[in-house]
């Protein structure tokens, strides 16, 4: 069974950054994507950045310029670099991994923007 446990999470000023990491308990590489989604309150789960097996990343038009995600193959870890955040950056943010067999989660860390 893998796991994934986030961290980094907290509470930061609008304009602020902060940095996720989301350790992987396999060899993350043997993922072909892995990312990062958010649920704010009352709201759907949405993809915010993602990043492949070949190192390439995409993101939602919302954090483009702003978050960054990247990896370390030799911790086994994906980070999530977010800067300028926003208010509506405001959500639990998962870490996610797609083996084309099965979907994996880890358990959330809360990131909350104040205003």
């Known amino acids: 069974q893998v796991q994934l446990v986030e961290s980094g999470g907290g509470l930061v000023q609008a304009g602020g950054s902060l940095r996720l990491s989301c350790a992987a308990s396999r060899i993350i590489r043997s993922f072909k994507t892995m990312g990062w989604h958010r649920q704010a309150p009352g709201k759907q789960r949405e993809l915010v950045a993602a990043i492949t097996s070949g190192a390439s990343t995409n993101y939602a038009d919302s954090v483009k310029g702003r978050f960054t995600i990247s990896r370390d193959s030799a911790k086994n870890t994906v980070y999530l670099q977010m800067n300028s955040l926003k208010p509506e950056d405001t959500a639990v943010y998962y870490c996610?991994?797609?083996?084309?067999?099965?979907?994996?989660w880890g358990q959330g860390t809360q990131v909350t923007v104040s205003s």
């Open positions: 996610n991994a797609d083996d084309d067999r099965n979907d994996y």
